[in-house]
């Protein structure tokens, strides 16, 4: 287990930052993640100002902000959105200050960042060094043992040959995970148990790596058996202050994809917790993180737990630690962008007291009679679970809206904020079934089946559950 080569305790940097307001912000994203960078700047009295793509031109996020640019004309859909000359004009030519990313998209890309400052305006999330040093899964490891944070036993850099695969298993045992070099979001994943299917699952995984990213090169780690994906999130200022708002639990994952988001994380010990925010922190205050961002960490039965990535940016299931801790994070990404300190905004880490507990669920517009195929068209019906404790955040869900096959199918964000784990179920599980939504298919039938599972309900699933229960499917 880890032993901490020095207490990162809370203190406070006096580094004199220059304040520099913010009076417009680009979100240089669509759908429910641009809407709530709006409200959030809405509430600030900045101005809010939307991207939209051609398929975009009537969905809802474009309306919500002050001001709206189409973009990537005669591009195809995604790649709209990925079209960072055409981004960075727009922000000129209009005088805005600042872009935030969202997540998905530009959001890890540090090119972007530094498009972005180059231009003269400021980049809502960390240095484009860091953002690069943590999108690169081997520097992020590196980062991450100069830190002392302990990582998951595997291969050094990238894998381009089935002879270094089998070479990585014979000498560290199986089982593996092979992962893509340059893949995210879960896609790309591969388990192997048995010698014998090393070479021809690498081959496989890898040309699979090279159809969905361009690019073959693997990662190999140790497979860690029925883990639970616990990740801290963080933020830091300009000053070198870090602080962290404790701990979500993202174990219930369907093909290695949350579903299910918590926070605090059910029955951590203690010591445990301590441990990992202290070093969540550490690995922070060591690249000079600033803004917004999650470590990653995978926790074994045993109470061993491993970092597996950084995440520099803001994550789809920051909503639950924002219910625990009253903290708004996009409006702080934004004070911290335009130079306010921490203790400034009131953000101590001995303040951050986190209160009750938090679930989120994603709902979708997938099918799980169809083995969560996505579904589309037009919502005739849209009726949702309110009442106290309950939060929604969406952008495209309403009667009439056009649910198009060109984007993620996420359609709100539900969360539900409560004392403990079994009322915030109980409640999500009330708000659910007011939902009413004709037209499309959505997975809230397989939710509200998690949602009254025992194990679940415990607090004891691990990222097995889901693919261990395929009853949770009818
Ligand atoms: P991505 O960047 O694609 O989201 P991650 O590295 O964050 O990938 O992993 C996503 C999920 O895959 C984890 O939450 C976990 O369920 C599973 N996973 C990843 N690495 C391992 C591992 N070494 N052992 C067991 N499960 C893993």
């Known amino acids: 287990s880890t032993v901490l080569k020095h207490s990162p305790k809370w203190k406070n940097y006096s580094t004199k930052v220059e304040y520099k307001p913010i009076r417009s912000v680009l979100v240089a994203n669509r759908g429910e993640i641009a809407v709530r960078v709006f409200r959030a700047c809405n509430e600030l009295g900045i101005k809010s100002v939307a991207i939209y793509s051609k398929e975009d031109r009537a969905h809802i996020h474009r309306l919500k902000a002050d001001e709206s640019y189409l973009v990537g004309e005669g591009l195809p859909p995604v790649q709209a959105y990925l079209n960072i000359p055409e981004i960075i004009k727009i922000c000129k030519d209009n005088g805005i200050d600042a872009v935030h990313p969202g997540y998905g998209f ?12 180059d231009a003269g305006l400021r980049f809502i999330g960390p240095s484009p060094e860091v953002v690069h040093k943590m999108g690169d899964k081997v520097a992020a490891r590196e980062a991450a043992i100069a ?22 298993c014979i000498k560290h045992g199986l089982p593996v995970i092979f992962k893509a070099a340059y ?3 879960g896609r790309g994943m591969r388990v192997v148990r048995e010698m014998s299917e090393v070479e021809e699952n690498f081959q496989r ?17 140790k497979f860690i058996e ?5 990740e801290v999130q963080l933020l830091g200022d300009k000053a070198g202050n870090v602080v962290h708002l404790y701990e979500r639990d993202c174990s219930v994952q369907r093909r290695h994809q949350k579903v299910v988001e918590m926070a605090p994380a059910p029955h951590l ?39 597996i990535e950084v995440n520099a940016r803001l994550q789809v299931e920051h909503t639950v630690t924002e219910e625990i801790t009253g903290i708004d994070l996009v409006q702080s990404q934004i004070r911290v962008a335009e130079g306010m300190t921490l203790p400034e905004l009131g953000i101590e880490q001995d303040k951050i007291k986190p209160l009750g507990f938090a679930i989120q669920c994603r709902v979708t517009t997938e099918d799980p009679a169809k083995n969560f195929q996505p579904d ?9 679970g309110e009442g106290m404790g309950i939060r929604l955040d969406g952008a495209s869900a309403f009667a009439g809206a056009i649910i198009s096959p060109y984007y993620d199918s996420l359609l709100v964000k539900v969360i539900a904020h409560s004392k403990d784990l079994q009322s915030a179920c109980a409640k999500m599980n009330r708000a659910l079934r007011e939902f009413r939504v004709r037209g499309v298919k959505t997975n809230v039938p397989f939710l509200l089946n998690v949602l009254e599972n025992q194990k679940f309900l415990n607090g004891s699933v691990d990222t097995y559950f889901i693919d261990e229960n395929p009853q949770l499917f009818n």
């Open 183 to 185: 893949g995210g979001g």
């Open 205 to 221: 995984a890898s040309s699979e790596a090279l159809s969905a990213f361009g690019n073959g090169a693997m990662f190999i780690e």
């Open 106 to 117: 530009l959001s890890e890309r540090a090119d972007f960042a530094q498009a972005v400052i």
């Open 376 to 384: 589309t068209g037009r919502i005739e019906v849209f009726r949702s």
């Open 226 to 230: 029925r883990p639970r994906h616990i």
């Open 269 to 307: 010990p203690l010591k445990i917790r301590n441990q990992m925010t202290d070093l969540a922190v550490q690995l922070a205050r060591h690249v000079g993180y600033e803004n917004a961002g999650t470590v990653e960490f995978l926790c074994d039965e045993k109470g061993n737990f491993y970092f």
């Open 147 to 168: 830190a002392g944070v302990p990582i998951v036993p595997g291969t050094d850099g990238p894998v381009t040959t089935k002879e270094e695969a089998k070479e990585f």
